[in-house]
């Protein structure tokens, strides 16, 4: 498989406070030919967010595709936009705000790469405050 099709992908919605349907592109579980890298699309309710979290293993570079909001990245709030990419460090905790009428879709790319149903597992489970 050499081309996806991203929009025939089903997600998963995430409850609220939390409220987002994440795509799970590629990870190592969902496919063979790519076992370095994983991609998610997070795509988050208007005036809703994610939670406040960090990855042990490695870094998440997250690409906002639509929508406008913030990044919390450790101690520091950004500003987001169409055309950002967020930077999150193995170990720094961070967070994305949707602050539109919109939602906001998010490119997210791990490595190393991790188990796309790790990714959703860990999101219900942060909704479940």
């Known amino acids: 498989m050499y081309v996806i099709d991203c929009a025939k992908i089903e ?16 990870a190592p579980d969902t496919q063979d030919t790519v ?6 699309m997070g795509i988050i309710a208007p005036h809703s967010r994610n939670d406040l979290h960090m990855h042990a293993d490695g870094i998440e570079l ?25 930077i999150a460090p193995k170990g720094v905790m961070h967070q994305q705000i949707n602050e539109s009428a919109e939602t906001m879709r998010m490119l997210a790319i791990w490595t190393p790469a991790v188990k796309g149903a790790d990714v959703i597992s860990r999101a219900i ?5």
């Open 35 to 40: 076992k370095d890298v994983s991609i998610t």
């Open 62 to 86: 997250l690409y906002i595709v639509t929508g406008y909001g913030k990044a919390i990245v450790g101690d520091t709030t950004y500003e987001l936009k169409s055309n950002y990419l967020i």
């Open 11 to 26: 997600g998963v919605l995430i409850p609220a406070p939390y409220e987002r349907l994440v795509k799970v592109i590629v």
């Open 125 to 129: 489970e942060a909704a479940k405050v």
